[in-house]
């Protein structure tokens, strides 16, 4: 009984450190016009932070190796962009950030998340 309790607890505390106090850490710099590539595999993008600059186009190509279909889509909230995700066929999604700021990038479900970070110059 006890057992069972210590694994709950454990795993609530792994859940809201995954989706509330987890952050990226390592940031790729994007240069103008760049292709960032970027992996989906095993609940994770990468790399999950890229930096940017406003008004410089980056483009930021995804390739999916997760079979899930949790990987299927990747969303971007504040720009109101949603995409399908077809395995390991590389979709390229073109941006010019227009402010300065974070822009999210997730699954439908939130599970894989990532970071653009849009700097002023
Ligand atoms: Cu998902």
């Not at 970027?38 to 994770?44: L, Q």
């Not at 186009?57 to 997760?66: A, K, V």
Request: glycine share 8%; aromatic share 10%.
């Amino acid at each position: 009984m006890i057992l069972v309790n210590l694994i709950g607890l454990l795993l609530i505390t792994f859940i809201i450190w995954w989706f509330w106090l987890y952050h990226p850490t390592t940031a790729v710099m994007a240069a103008a016009g760049q292709i960032i590539d970027i992996r989906v595999a095993d609940g994770v993008y990468q790399p999950a932070l890229i930096t940017a600059v406003v008004g410089k186009g980056i483009s930021l190509r995804f390739i999916r190796s997760d079979e899930t279909a949790c990987a299927a889509q990747v969303i971007f909230p504040e720009l109101g962009l949603q995409k399908e995700l077809p395995l390991a066929k590389p979709v390229v999604i073109r941006l010019v950030p227009e402010k300065a700021g974070d822009l999210s990038f997730q699954c439908q479900m939130g599970m894989y998340r990532g970071m653009l970070r849009v700097r002023s110059k």
